[in-house]
């Protein structure tokens, strides 16, 4: 299986024509509508402060694909207010905590998630090197 799946040069997901997405042979919440991602964002505020507002939280997507499920948890935050307890710890607070790592078998897709990951990268992702 891990051969069909990820062989450098016959695998599914390394290939230059994986079809993921509208047009390909499957497509994820993520390509339809940003609201899983929103769903995500939230819950990982929630658990957050549940775990006592601590000050790394780490997010990893394994097979991000595009990244286009990353994107949407960090725009959500971008723009999440939080409930303002705590201390008044709210977003800005999370977001500065976030380190996160994108997980990309496919060279194509790697590049393409991290070109659209880039205008996130201001918090900690960037010290990460994701």
Known sequence: MESALYHPEYGYYTKNSAGIGKTGDFYTSSHLHPVFGAMLGRQMYEMWETMGLPENFKIVEMGA?????????????????????HGGKGKEDFYKTLHTKLVIVNWDLRFEAHANWNRYQSNSARRNGS
Not at 69 to 75: C, K, T
């Open 65 to 85: 694909g595009m990244g286009y499920l990353a994107q949407d948890i960090m725009e959500y935050l971008k723009g999440f207010t939080g409930e303002r307890g």
